[in-house]
């Protein structure tokens, strides 16, 4: 049994975010572990075309082809899909990742040649439906699958979550190909290479309007920490990892665990650096806490602020206030930790005079990155759900709202034009990233002229995005 596991080819506007996808990476181990043969194909870290995919896949003809899917991959996905059963019509198709999990039925009917939709965690899933494909009645049996049954019609089984993480093995590094990853990682800035994305947490309990985070569930569950200190161990010694992004949600909401954590990095006497690129919520943070973090070799944190003004944060649900913001932020510069803020603009209840407070709290804060990212309605949110419901967007339409990054507008208020909101987006970038103290700050960081073209190139996408 030959199974491939793909992240899908992307347009050359999509393909900057290079990381180790960990999610195929949990899968893959938990495939070879019950002895099939398994290959991690990253197609943005190959550059692949859907030509090179073709050429590749006639070269390997997997009995199961799954891919991991954002909402602005259903265009190339859907394509993959159509070439494997072109060339193999017995390859089995699956999809997972954040889309099929937040619309697993709409993503079913939407491609002729998928058979299969994984929501949220597939470790168990997967194995489990490679197991029993002779044998459809036991498909019901499948947690988080969602199928056809014989008559064409979408069968969606009950969804559960691991529980106890630990019970998972690490990724399946050894297919991940670390070494050839690029060096310059897909952030603002880094401090020491080469780099890994590890992830300790998963679930949400927070009610983001905007966010679907909480396809992993609603209830944080969290590694031990000796298992998390394995991991990082095996990566330090065997592969030379020297940056651990730490990508969950949800990091810092166990604060006991974290000081903990720390304390046992701090006790090995590593040379390596932390950071969580992803973010983490700003209520979580305590002085005590980031003290220890930064003594373990955390050197910047994202953090979400999402919006200057309180009655959008308040429709956002983000339960933090303006004064909460200025506090953490300040105590997270005073533990000598780097900040950089997320921020939306176009939220669909801003004004004009909304987004002028975003920008001018972005400008106010001691800041050493700002990420100004036009609002999109992802499916699985709260707010998706209300614009369909409002009229606003269409459900039955959503695959037009995504092919675009964060630079892009794919959705505006009604009191804004489109061209209106790109253009403070691009003046509200230009205003943040010009300033003396900003430049200087981000050259501090710079750690060669091919990280400098990176954050030219990456800076060029944003501020010329539609």
Not at 161 to 177: K, V
Not at 256 to 278: G, H, L, Q, T, W
Not at 327 to 338: D, Y
Not at 442 to 457: C, W
């Amino acid at each position: 049994m030959k199974i491939m596991l793909a992240v899908p080819v992307r347009p050359k506007h999509l393909d900057f975010w290079v990381i180790p996808p960990l999610g195929i990476g949990y899968i893959a181990r938990a495939l070879e572990r019950v002895g099939y043969e398994v290959e991690i194909l990253n197609c943005p870290k190959e550059k692949f075309s859907l030509l090179d995919f073709e050429c590749h896949f006639k070269t390997q003809i997997p009995d199961i082809l799954g891919i991991t899917m954002f909402s602005h991959d259903l265009q190339y996905a859907g394509k993959m899909f159509d070439i494997a059963k072109a060339h193999n019509k017995s390859t089995i198709t699956v999809a997972g990742g954040p889309h099929p999990s937040c619309m697993p039925k709409e993503t079913l009917g939407l491609f002729l040649n998928l058979d299969f939709v994984v929501r949220g965690e597939g470790e168990v899933t997967v194995p489990r439906l490679i197991e029993v494909l002779s044998l459809r009645e036991k498909l019901n049996d499948i947690p988080n699958l969602v199928w056809r049954d014989e008559a064409g019609n979408i069968v969606v089984n009950e969804q559960q979550h691991i529980e106890n993480l630990d019970s998972l093995e690490m990724p399946a590094w050894n297919l991940m190909g670390l070494n050839s990853y690029p060096k310059i990682p897909p952030t603002l800035l880094f401090k020491k290479q080469p780099f890994a994305p590890i992830s300790v947490t998963r679930g949400c309990p927070f009610s983001c309007t905007f966010c679907a985070a909480h396809i992993h569930g609603r209830k944080i569950r969290s590694r031990s920490i000796d298992n998390v200190l394995m991991e990082i161990d095996l990566l330090y010694r065997d592969y030379g990892i020297r940056e651990f992004y730490i990508v969950d949600d949800n990091f810092t909401a166990d604060k006991a665990m974290v000081k903990k954590f720390c304390s046992e990095i701090i006790n090995r006497k590593y040379d390596i650096a932390f950071c969580n690129p992803n973010g983490v919520r700003l209520d979580t943070l305590d002085m005590e806490m980031l003290t220890l973090m930064k003594k373990a070799g955390w050197y910047y944190l994202s953090v979400g602020i999402e919006s200057g003004s309180q009655p959008v944060l308040d429709h956002m649900k983000k339960r933090i206030n303006i004064t909460l913001v200025r506090e953490k932020v300040s105590i997270i510069r005073k533990a000598g930790l780097e900040v950089y803020g997320f921020f939306i603009v176009g939220y669909p209840t801003e004004t004009l005079e909304d987004i002028k407070k975003t920008v001018n709290l972005a400008l106010e804060l001691d800041l050493i990155g700002a990420n100004f990212s036009c609002f999109h309605p992802l499916p699985g949110t709260a707010i998706f759900e209300m614009l369909v419901q409002n009229g606003k967007i269409k459900r039955e339409k959503f695959t037009e709202l995504f092919n675009s990054t964060y630079a892009d507008v794919a959705y505006s208020p009604d009191n804004i034009p489109v061209k209106t909101l790109k253009s403070i987006q691009r003046k509200a970038i230009l205003r943040f990233y010009s300033r003396p103290r900003i430049i200087f700050k981000n050259l501090m960081y710079l750690k060669s002229v091919a990280h400098l073209r990176f954050l030219i190139t990456r800076a060029s996408a944003y501020i010329l995005g539609s």
